[in-house]
């Protein structure tokens, strides 16, 4: 692994059903944060950690949860998918705080029907 | 509430220069970075600003202006491969980023 990587790359999901997005990242940053982009708005947080067993929540956390059991991942869960959760979501990872550079992953691609 | 302004899409010819501002207002002010994103990628880290001024870093310079809550990108001698959209995000007093819509760039031979 060389960065941060996420899991599943895009799924289709049936609204009222669970699902978790993993993210892991091998650059022992302490911070990590989890964002969707929406067409037209810019990224906006959903949760964060700044280091590991803390949490935080974002501007957006409703219907989204998150834990950080250890450096390396930082996993978020859908407890019960709405359609307006369908976005593209971005896990990202810096070495402390804002003032550093966050670099992303991948992106998965979530569709809520 | 908090705000970042962008120019939602802009155009350019290859080989000329583009400046991409960006206002905005924040409750503080932790830094503004600068970042860009390929469509269908992941945003990539271009600068990051905390004094105002000029930063440069090749074909790419970044200015701040704490005062006027402003700030541009400037892109030189572009290239085709600079076509994406460009991201401004500022540090808030909560030590969160908020992110602009972005700014589409268009480069045309």
């Known amino acids: 692994i060389a960065g941060i990587t996420q899991a599943p790359t895009s799924q289709i999901l049936a609204a009222g059903r669970r699902m978790t997005l993993r993210c892991t990242q091998d650059?022992?940053?302490?911070?990590m944060y989890w964002y969707r982009q929406d067409l037209g708005l810019g990224l906006r947080l959903i949760h964060y950690s700044n280091t590991a067993g803390t949490t935080g929540k974002g501007e957006v956390p409703d219907g989204y949860s998150v834990s950080r059991a250890n450096t390396d991942d930082f996993p978020l869960t859908l407890a019960s998918a709405v359609p307006s959760q369908t976005s593209v979501y971005f896990c990202?990872?810096?070495?402390?705080?804002?003032?550093?550079?966050?670099?992303f992953g991948p992106g998965t691609r979530l569709t809520v029907l | 509430g908090q705000n970042i302004d962008q120019p939602t899409e802009m155009t350019a010819t290859e080989g000329a220069i583009v400046q991409i501002n960006c206002t905005y207002q924040?409750?503080?002010?932790?830094?503004l970075f600068w970042y860009q994103q390929h469509a269908g990628e992941a945003p990539t880290f271009l600068s990051y600003?905390?004094l105002d001024g000029l930063e440069e870093k090749g074909r790419f310079s970044s200015f701040l202006s704490r005062s006027k809550g402003y700030s541009y990108l400037l892109l030189k001698e572009l290239q085709m491969k600079d076509s994406a959209s460009y991201l401004c995000?500022?540090?808030?007093?909560?030590?969160?980023?908020?992110w602009g819509a972005g700014t589409k760039l268009i480069i045309k031979p």
């Open positions: 600003n905390v």
């Open positions: 924040t409750s503080g002010f932790n830094g």
């Open positions: 650059m022992r940053h302490n911070a």
């Open positions: 995000a500022v540090g808030d007093s909560n030590y969160q980023l908020i």
């Open positions: 990202a990872s810096s070495a402390s705080g804002i003032t550093d550079t966050q670099y």
